[in-house]
């Protein structure tokens, strides 16, 4: 379940988020003949959805009766090699104020926020294509654009890591040697009460 984010008094920081999409699949990878032949009656965007989730990190803050959106941008960290070589770790930008949320929905994020959900910038709108009908019948693709709108998903925390199976702590059961000579008594026992009897019998069918 997503929840819609009003950015309608914050487009122009919207805006400034789209420069550094620079590089990621655009319009689902597909070329204008694809779009024609295979997405007829669909708005085929520039961006996927879920585009804004690897480059921006997204917090919120409740004021005025709603919880505003923050975007940073996510700045990778970097070594520099040579005589004196340095580590830059992974920061983040200032943040990017770019919408508020409905009052309506607070119960439901703050839910989410004490459960430790993470929240997640989804992005709609934007540049699209679109099939269209010329005046001569004729098919072909044509490129618009809307506003960008945003909106959250929140996802589920990460289960905690399974425990490792504990060391067996009960002994393995090992053979009583006192018992394997028990054992090997009681087969000499039967064997004897099996063979005395029959030679008994064959020494009596040779003496007849």
Request: aromatic content about 12%; glycine content about 6%.
């Given at each position: 379940?997503?929840?819609?984010?009003?950015?309608?008094?914050?487009?122009?920081?919207?805006?400034?988020?789209?420069?550094?999409?620079?590089g990621y699949e655009t319009f689902a990878g597909m070329n204008n003949s694809k779009i024609l032949n295979f997405h007829f009656n669909?708005?085929?965007?520039?961006?996927?959805?879920?585009?804004?989730?690897?480059?921006?990190?997204?917090?919120?803050?409740?004021?005025?009766?709603?919880?505003?959106?923050?975007?940073?941008?996510?700045?990778?960290?970097?070594?520099?090699?040579?005589?004196?070589?340095?580590?830059?770790?992974?920061?983040?930008?200032?943040?990017?104020?770019?919408?508020?949320?409905?009052?309506?929905?607070?119960?439901?994020?703050?839910?989410?926020?004490?459960?430790?959900?993470?929240?997640?910038?989804?992005?709609?709108?934007?540049?699209?294509?679109?099939?269209?009908?010329?005046?001569?019948?004729?098919?072909?693709?044509?490129?618009?654009?809307?506003?960008?709108?945003?909106?959250?998903?929140?996802?589920?925390?990460?289960?905690?890591?399974?425990?490792?199976?504990?060391?067996?702590?009960?002994?393995?059961?090992?053979?009583?040697?006192?018992?394997?000579?028990?054992?090997?008594?009681?087969?000499?026992?039967?064997?004897?009460?099996?063979?005395?009897p029959l030679l008994i019998f064959l020494n009596m069918i040779f003496n007849y």
């Amino acid at each position: 379940m997503s929840i819609k984010v009003n950015s309608a008094n914050y487009q122009g920081n919207v805006d400034r988020l789209i420069p550094y999409l620079e590089g990621y699949e655009t319009f689902a990878g597909m070329n204008n003949s694809k779009i024609l032949n295979f997405h007829f009656n669909e708005k085929i965007y520039q961006f996927d959805t879920h585009v804004l989730e690897n480059e921006f990190v997204c917090t919120l803050q409740y004021r005025d009766d709603c919880y505003q959106v923050f975007l940073q941008r996510i700045i990778p960290g970097y070594t520099i090699t040579g005589e004196h070589p340095e580590q830059h770790p992974t920061t983040l930008s200032d943040p990017i104020l770019v919408g508020v949320t409905n009052s309506r929905s607070n119960s439901l994020i703050k839910k989410y926020l004490e459960e430790n959900y993470t929240c997640i910038p989804l992005l709609y709108g934007g540049r699209y294509k679109k099939v269209i009908v010329g005046k001569d019948g004729d098919d072909h693709v044509e490129s618009f654009r809307e506003p960008f709108r945003l909106a959250l998903e929140f996802k589920k925390p990460r289960n905690e890591p399974a425990l490792e199976p504990q060391q067996q702590t009960t002994p393995p059961i090992q053979t009583d040697k006192n018992s394997t000579g028990c054992m090997g008594c009681l087969i000499i026992v039967l064997i004897a009460i099996i063979a005395v009897p029959l030679l008994i019998f064959l020494n009596m069918i040779f003496n007849y």
